[in-house]
């Protein structure tokens, strides 16, 4: 029997201290215009990546063989923090040094990938401090941290947010056990905030089951929900259309080809619209690349260093 293996070890680092507040300013732009991608059929790919120990730019090296376009629809910067920030005793933004060099380079980590037509995203996940999406002690906490996310988005010209509920530790630092209010409260703000813009599901932690309130449901703001165990088939719990979901989840190079290959079919064969992989690294990993693509969209990947 197949057991599921738990999707990542956390590698964000743990941090020293709260966030100070992000600097207003002059904002980022996206720069020039994306240049149109060749076009494919077929699921839209996600692509995380682990900025403590690679580039964002693996993303953008990996097209199709038949017609060039790019195998990767959306890459995702793994990972910013949620810190509990002791005065206002709610959660807090935070970048550790990888994450913030990611930022502060866009125009050669983010912009290059943008110009391919490629979704550049931020994740944002706990940090063993009792802060999570789930137990902001009230509705204004929640709306202040969601103008912290919206902000950062404009600042750097990112294409959205990706909520991944894990590691919060709730009940340290004195903090709450989660309430059915805040995650409701969060999306809800951050929605209004950036209307054209994307928010994703990693779809567990307390703040995924928790997505009703006072006659709020905020399942229609997500633009995507997806499984968190690699190698593994799991529908999300959430009542998106099929073309917004993945239930498949693949980590690059440690779930086998075969079983890559197995869930892209599935995902074809079965309708739904998102293929989830974890962890791109700077290798070739071609052959662990075309093992989804030929099912996904009928082709071999090609490599570009």
Do not use: C
């Not at 090296?61 to 005793?89: E, Q, R, S």
């Not at 928010?199 to 905020?218: M, T």
């Not at 995507?224 to 593994?232: E, F, I, L, T």
């Amino acid at each position: 029997m197949f057991t599921p293996v738990r999707r990542r070890v956390r590698t964000a680092a743990l941090a020293l201290s709260a966030i100070a507040a992000l600097a207003l300013g002059a904002t980022a732009t996206s720069g020039a215009a994306a240049a149109p991608a060749a076009a494919k059929q077929g699921p839209t790919s996600v692509a995380y990546v682990e900025v403590n120990n690679n580039s964002m730019l693996n993303v953008g090296k990996y097209t199709l063989t038949n017609g060039g376009a790019n195998v990767f629809d959306i890459a995702v910067i793994f990972a910013a923090n949620i810190n509990y920030d002791a005065g206002t005793k709610a959660g807090t933004l935070y970048f550790n040094p990888n994450v913030q060099r990611v930022l502060d380079n866009a125009a050669t980590q983010i912009r290059p990938l943008q110009q391919k037509g490629i979704k550049v995203v931020l994740s944002v996940l706990g940090n063993h401090q009792g802060s999570g999406f789930a137990n902001f002690p009230s509705q204004q906490t929640a709306s202040v941290f969601a103008k912290q996310l919206s902000d950062t988005v404009t600042k750097y010209g990112l294409d959205g947010i990706d909520f991944d509920d894990e590691y919060a530790d709730y009940g340290n630092n004195g903090t709450t056990q989660p309430n059915a209010s805040s995650f409701v409260y969060l999306v809800s703000a951050l929605r209004a905030n950036m209307p054209g813009k994307i928010i994703s599901l990693y779809n567990i932690g307390p703040a995924a089951s928790r997505l009703s309130y006072g006659g709020v449901d905020v399942t229609s703001k997500f633009d995507y929900a997806w499984n968190p165990y690699y190698g593994s088939w799991q529908v999300p719990g959430i009542a998106l259309p099929k073309s917004k979901l993945s239930p498949a989840a693949v980590q690059i190079g440690g779930t086998s080809q075969s079983t890559a290959a197995s869930l892209a079919a599935r995902t074809v064969s079965e309708g739904y619209g998102v293929f989830l992989t974890y962890n791109l690294d700077g290798t070739d990993r071609t052959a662990d690349v075309s093992a989804f693509t030929k099912n996904l969209y009928g082709s071999a990947a090609r490599y570009t260093p």
